[in-house]
């Protein structure tokens, strides 16, 4: 299920920020869209990360290239993405070469945390990480909270220091795509519409309408009251 504004505060303490800086993680990293299908976290999988994997658990990457070409390969490139549910198709091959090696490849869920991270995010294994990002959305802010102060990276948030929040959470090359840039304009644009939702709220509250409604209704009655101890005087 989604996230609710509750949750999101909650986590926002959590890590002492901003919830309009944790929502907008959400939407530089994911379009805010954890699922591609029940159960199914959104998901990127990386075949260098899989490189690197293998070869972290003594297996030799290059015996397994041939005709694993779109998973396997040394240096980053997004040639071989496919988006969405498709993406399970590329980690559901790699598993068969290597299943931790391959879970541990992928980024889950709205804050698109990688596999091999499962340790800083709490998990005692890749599985328990894969199984708890595909349980919700709830449980993948959990995951980032965890994440975040581990690395002690939340003071980043905190101060609103995007391109230190960036260079750790998205790499030295952050600035190639604006990622401190696209994180900060977002966390204007949803202050700005918080903004304008308290506003309208407190012009247009439905419990403060019918106080008001009740209000002049008993002023009606007293003046009703009044014209008739008149009349009779």
């Known amino acids: ?71 396997l390969y040394v240096k980053w490139t997004k040639q071989y993405y496919k988006g969405g549910i498709k993406e399970y198709d590329r980690l559901n091959k790699a598993i068969k070469i290597n299943k931790d090696a391959a879970l541990a490849s ?60 960036a260079k750790h959470y998205n790499g030295p090359l952050y600035a190639q795509n604006n990622y401190d840039k696209r994180v900060e304009e977002m966390v204007r644009k949803r202050i700005k519409k918080n903004l304008g939702k308290e506003i309208l709220s407190e012009a247009f509250c439905p419990v403060e309408l019918e106080q008001q409604r009740k209000i002049e209704v008993i002023k009606n009655k007293l003046t009703t009251v009044q014209r008739v101890d008149m009349v009779k005087e």
């Open 106 to 165: 992928a980024s889950y869920g709205l804050f698109q945390l990688m596999g091999f991270n499962y340790q800083t995010c709490g998990c005692s294994s890749v599985d328990e990480f894969v199984t708890k990002n595909s349980q919700s959305e709830a449980q993948q802010l959990l995951l980032f909270c965890a994440f975040l102060k581990k690395n002690k990276w939340d003071i980043y948030l905190h101060n609103k220091d995007w391109a230190n929040f």
């Open 1 to 71: 299920y989604m996230i609710s504004e509750n949750e999101y505060k909650t986590a926002a303490i959590l890590i002492n920020c901003d919830p309009q800086a944790v929502k907008s993680v959400t939407d530089v990293e994911s379009h805010n869209r954890g699922f591609v299908a029940p159960n199914k976290p959104l998901i990127l999988f990386e075949g260098h990360i899989f490189w690197r994997q293998l070869k972290k658990r003594g297996i030799d990457p290059l015996k397994y290239v041939k005709n694993n070409e779109d998973i």
